[in-house]
T-cell receptor, first 116, second 117 residues
């Protein structure tokens, strides 16, 4: 079945450091890929997405490129801030469930802590 | 933007009792809602998909009689954990989606931490 593997956390970085959170996936066909972020005490929020190979999703300084050849969707940010401290989830969606939606398959999440 | 309210955020209950968790879409009509469960250091696992006015579709391995899902209106879905046991202790999170077809955004609630003692 479909699966998403992302790097184990927690990740602790100093402010203004470069961030990479690795994400690889296993799926047949052509999934769409997502990064969600969960700030403390809040629900998951869509951070960025890419729907086909070589697409780059970007938002709030974060970027991720859909690499079909390596089945990866690594999240990067050039200079993290304390406010970026959160849990980040990589996810894929594929197919049509028949219930009017696509189903999301999530990775385990990576906790990021940014210290001043 | 779209907001999903999930209540309660935390609940502690005794073994054998039932607990109801509500998921409301506040500013949009959610034709489809999803219920997830997250174990510590594990990914979110989809439990069931519910469409307004019809029976929920449960994922393999999820007990329908234990996790009752009702999606009676376009803005409210409820998950009832019946005869709860300590192994049901987990983080439950709902997601709502407006519209049909295409990759509309999924909006998540803030989750419910259930502890069964």
């Amino acid at each position: 079945g479909d699966s998403v593997t992302q790097m184990e956390g927690p990740v602790t970085l100093s402010e203004e450091a470069f961030l990479t959170i690795n994400c690889t996936y296993t799926a047949t066909g052509y999934p769409s890929l997502f990064w969600y972020v969960q700030y403390p005490g809040e629900g998951l929020q869509l951070l960025l997405k890419a729907t086909k190979a070589d697409d780059k999703g970007s938002n709030k300084g974060f970027e991720a490129t859909y690499r079909k050849e390596t089945t990866s969707f690594h999240l990067e940010k050039g200079s993290v801030q304390v406010s970026d401290s959160a849990v980040y989830f990589c996810a894929l969606a594929k197919g049509y469930s028949g219930a009017g939606s696509y189903q999301l398959t999530f990775g385990k999440g990576t906790k990021l802590s940014v210290i001043p | 933007g779209a907001v999903v309210s999930q209540h309660p955020s935390r609940v502690i209950c005794k073994s054998g009792t039932s607990v109801k968790i509500e998921c409301r879409s506040l500013d949009f009509q959610a034709t489809t809602m999803f219920w997830y469960r997250q174990f510590p250091k594990q990914s979110l696992m989809l439990m069931a998909t519910s469409n307004e006015g019809s029976k929920a579709t449960y994922e393999q391995g999820v007990e329908k009689d234990k996790f009752l899902i009702n999606h009676a209106s376009l803005t409210l879905s409820t998950l009832t954990v019946t005869s709860a046991h300590p192994e049901d202790s987990s983080f439950y999170i709902c997601s709502a989606r407006a519209g049909t077809g295409g990759l509309y955004g999924y909006t998540f609630g803030s989750g419910t931490r259930l502890t069964v003692v």
